[in-house]
């Protein structure tokens, strides 16, 4: 048996074997991927067609796509840092007022609605375009490919990249056929073509190449869909109250993509029975919230049973396509007002914002109708409310603690007008004291009490009496539809494993000549060709080898030859 090396001469690369000078390797040294082969750009003929031809191939080549793909990423940049209008139109105010030169800029360039802009849409629909282009014609070449065999082995075997031979005395016959059978078992395709065993493995790595592309695409019409047909809400629930339905006019804020309707909404409603919420009481994460969450009920459809669940962080409800997710949570202290006479006019549980983690409060109570003072007049009063859950003496500015374990509310009273009747929105948690005027105590002062639950805060001249009954809670819910969501999950796990196949499996062929030698003696030629030089190549074609030449062993006349071992082309990587 004897050892063959390959060098400059004897093995070289696959594009240098397949040149026209050194002889051509025919199908053999054809392309190992569905990627489309790389020709020199020329400058397209004259007229529309020339032009739209060359524009065709530049835009699905895969250059330009991962090219788009990098756009698309960087124009999500300011997507994600600038305030956008459709998540939060009181932010690009804000925003606009502190940057009076920066913001019409940004509004020229569309930053402040990135992903309803037009560059943004123009180079999303590109990259679409271009990432369908790319993937059909490889598809259809890939199809091709698995319908026919393994190309025949070329006539110089030895001007592979991996190449061994020995000589045997078992027939040519005996020799293909063991071959044969041994690429089968190793999960090769093979077939005989002459006096050669031709073979391939590794097509699962233009799977993978073409899963990761086609599950790209996926991302994209599930994300463009999504963003159309997306609809997303909050409400505020407290403990007890009247509950949620879903309609449009229910919701406390509400954003749409541009194609959903206020049909699309699922039937259903939900109520907020009880909100749990323990704190860790010593240590250095004192105050941290061990659990979150709320008891609801809730049914589906105009006549659905009442059925109940527990809502926690990161564990929504799913009601069809719907998801309830809980966001926040706060205090809402019940106030009763009534006015000279005593009678009651003001009753309810009033929802304050927290101000920290241990979820200090602030908001405001307003009497808007039935009030009249000690004269009969009618006027509406705002309270100023704030409220600590565990009040400490000497902290009188924050709750040391988000539980109820002392709880205090401050309130401030005003009477007069709050201006809701003049058309301009307000917010329910401030006060516009324009036209309002303070109560004072004896000594001329503004008038501002703190209330333990039960107590009450008397108002000067007999205008009446605010009573502090004690403390509900509340939870605030996110409802989203989010179509597609399902489909973006898949493309995402799809693309993974796509691009793993594609990195980690190698195609390669091999080949397995036996033919009689001049003196009778059978010689058996193996060699492999990979789509890129790898040491993987020719490891695996020594194993092959080894294997092989253990069912056709070497020549008599050659008892010392050594077991076939196969070197690597120069510059392979070792």
């Not at 990627?35 to 895969?62: C, H, K």
């Not at 499996?505 to 000549?513: A, K, S």
């Amino acid at each position: 048996m004897s050892k063959t090396t390959t060098s400059d001469e004897t093995a070289a690369s696959p594009e240098e074997a397949a040149s026209p000078e050194e002889g051509d390797l025919g199908a053999a040294g054809s392309q190992l991927s569905t990627a489309p082969a790389e020709t020199l750009a020329s400058v397209p003929g004259l007229g529309v067609i020339g032009w739209a031809r060359w524009f065709w191939r530049q835009l699905t080549s895969m250059r330009v796509a991962l090219l788009l793909l990098l756009l698309v990423a960087l124009g999500a940049i300011p997507g994600s840092l600038i305030p956008q209008t459709g998540q939060d139109a009181t932010k690009v105010a804000d925003f606009e007022k502190a940057h009076p030169t920066l913001a019409p800029v940004y509004e020229k360039l569309g930053l402040f609605h990135v992903y309803s802009s037009v560059w943004f849409s123009a180079v999303y629909i590109l990259l679409f375009v271009s990432l369908i282009g790319c993937i059909v014609p490889r598809t259809w070449q890939f199809v091709g490919q698995l319908r026919s065999r393994p190309p025949g082995a070329p006539k110089r075997l030895t001007r592979l990249p991996a190449y061994t031979t020995w000589r045997t005395t078992a027939d040519p016959e005996q020799v293909r056929e063991a071959a044969l059978a041994l690429l089968k078992k190793r999960r090769f395709r093979a077939h005989l073509v002459g006096d050669a065993v031709s073979a391939e493995k590794g097509y699962l790595r233009e799977v993978g190449n073409l899963a990761f592309h086609i599950a790209l695409i996926v991302m994209l019409v599930s994300f463009a869909w999504g963003q159309l047909f997306k609809s997303e809400g909050n409400k505020l629930l407290v403990e007890g109250g009247s509950g949620f339905s879903n309609t449009l006019i229910a919701y406390d804020d509400f954003k749409s993509g541009n194609l959903f309707g206020v049909d699309d909404l699922n039937p259903f409603s939900f109520a907020l029975d009880k909100f749990d919420g323990t704190y860790e009481t010593t240590g250095p994460n004192k105050g941290t919230a061990r659990t979150f969450q709320a008891a609801v009920t809730y049914s589906v459809g105009a006549y659905g049973k009442d059925k109940q669940d527990l809502i926690k962080v990161n564990h929504p409800l799913e009601i069809d396509d719907s998801k309830i997710y809980l966001t926040a949570h706060g205090y809402a202290p019940v106030i009763t007002v009534r006015d000279g006479k005593g009678e009651v006019v003001f009753h309810d549980a009033v929802p304050l914002l927290p101000l920290d983690s241990n979820v200090t409060s602030s908001g405001v109570i307003k009497v808007l109708d039935g009030y009249r003072n000690a004269k009969g007049v009618t006027e509406q009063l705002g309270i100023s409310a704030f409220f600590l859950p565990t009040y400490t003496a000497g902290s009188e500015t924050a709750s040391t603690f988000p539980a109820l374990n002392n709880p205090v509310l401050n309130l401030a009273p005003y009477h007069g007008d709050l201006g809701v009747d003049s058309g301009i929105p307000q917010s329910v948690y401030q006060m516009d004291k324009t036209h309002m005027k303070e109560f004072k105590d004896s000594k001329g002062l503004q008038l501002r009490e703190n209330l333990k639950p039960g107590e009450t805060m008397t108002l000067p001249n007999g205008a009446g009496t605010v009573t502090y009954e004690g403390t509900k809670q509340w939870a605030n819910f996110q409802i989203t539809q989010q179509p597609g969501s399902g489909w973006a999950l898949t493309g995402a796990i799809a693309a993974i494993f796509g691009l793993a196949g594609s990195l980690f499996i190698q195609r390669r062929r091999v080949w397995v000549r036996a033919v009689k030698g001049a003196d009778g003696v059978t010689v058996v030629e193996m060699a492999g060709l990979g789509r890129s030089e790898s040491a993987k190549v020719p490891e695996e074609l020594g194993d092959l080898a080894g294997i092989l030449y253990d069912r056709a062993p070497g020549a008599p006349e050659h008892p010392d030859t050594p077991e076939p071992e196969v070197v690597p082309a120069e510059g392979a990587e070792q």
